[in-house]
């Protein structure tokens, strides 16, 4: 009889070798099956898995839960925590409730800049610093904000100032400047690019971008000393969704957005938070009734208006979205671009 001198050949269904076996079974928590000693004819029992954790077997399912849990748990970083009075990782003093401010907004003297001011005095802002161009419209806009119960006063200044302007504000507010808002709205009607003259581009551009711009660099080295305070500039729409006659505007509008997450990325370290909001039409302000008193952008924003099925909003909505960017409800929240437009768009 011939004998095959090749490997043996394992018989089907035999699951593997032993030791295999029993791995599997450890690891399953199935019992290991009894076992017979040939030379002494009793039964041998296996030996029992080692224990890491009385009762619980080294390989079976349990302990390897029990074990990946103590490993997580001896990975886990240690809890944040901060001196008392500090933000975390910083030395940065503890954000201010509204109460405690002192407040900067330009373009104050109407609109939504006037309905913001309103708005933090009766919040509990104590003192309102107010900038505007205009001498009579400013001494009515913070008359009507010291009748709320906040100490204000009024710069008439333009941004060519600004230095000048945020240096007697942050004197009036008590040597800091908490919260600078920004408001400024150049009155400038959606054009299509074509009909532009070239010699123009760069006055527009500049009108548009440069006002929040020097402003936030007037009132930046005071926030940067306190570590801590807040920017809210205002831009628009047009920064996010691209509208005919808007190129310029546009233009300008997404720079302001990015111009605002930058300083928020640059700011934090020093306790600063930076968010623009961007509005669409605002109802009941002279700037919509000015962009409406024209052929072209009049149809465009009567056509935008139609859209907005929550209902065009009005500078009160814009500045109870400020105040509330600007306390401590929004405390972590930063470099945030948000709409307010009743519905017109979204992204």
């Known amino acids: 009889m011939a004998f095959s001198t090749g490997p043996a ?11 295999r076996q029993l791995r599997i079974r450890r690891i399953r928590n199935i019992p290991a099956p009894e076992t017979h000693d040939l030379q002494f004819g009793h039964v041998q029992q296996p030996a029992p898995a080692r224990e890491l954790e009385p009762g619980i077997p080294a390989e079976g399912p349990d302990n390897l839960r029990q074990r990946r849990l103590r490993d997580a748990v001896s990975r886990r970083p240690p809890p944040l925590t901060a001196p008392k009075g500090t933000t975390p990782n910083s030395d940065n003093p503890r954000p201010k409730d509204l109460p405690e401010c002192g407040v900067l907004i330009t373009g104050g003297t109407s609109g939504v800049g006037l309905a913001t001011a309103l708005e933090f005095a009766t919040a509990g802002v104590p003192r309102i610093a107010i900038a505007g161009r205009d001498p009579g419209r400013g001494a009515a806009a913070a008359a009507r904000v010291r009748d709320v119960g906040a100490e204000c006063t009024f710069y008439a200044s333009d941004t060519t100032a600004a230095a000048r302007t945020a ?20 009155r400038v009607r959606p054009t299509p690019f074509s009909k532009v003259a070239a010699d123009d581009i760069k006055g527009l551009l ?15 080295p005071t926030m940067r000393q306190q570590r801590s305070g807040v920017i809210i500039n205002m831009a628009s729409d047009a920064a996010k969704t691209a509208t005919p006659g808007e190129a310029l505007i546009g233009a ?16 934090k370290r020093y306790g600063i938070r930076a968010n623009v909001v961007t509005p669409s039409l605002i109802s009941g302000t002279g700037l919509t009734d000015y962009l409406l008193d024209d052929g072209f952008s009049g149809k465009l924003f009567a056509a935008a208006s139609a859209k907005a099925d929550l209902g065009v909003p009005d500078a009160g909505d814009v500045a109870s979205l400020i105040v509330f ?12 671009a948000i709409r307010v437009n009743g519905g017109i768009s979204a992204s």
């Open 9 to 19: 050949r394992r018989p089907q269904g035999s699951g593997g070798s032993a030791s």
């Open 325 to 336: 960017l600007a306390g401590p409800g929004a405390n972590r929240l930063t470099g945030q």
């Open 167 to 186: 240096e007697a504000a942050a004197g009036f507010l008590g040597g800091g400047i908490d919260i600078f808002v920004n408001t400024t709205a150049p």
């Open 206 to 220: 500049t009108e548009l971008i440069l006002p929040p711009m020097r402003m936030v660099h007037a009132v930046l």
């Open 252 to 267: 300008a509008m997404a720079a302001i957005v990015m111009f605002t997450r930058t300083l928020a990325i640059e700011g």
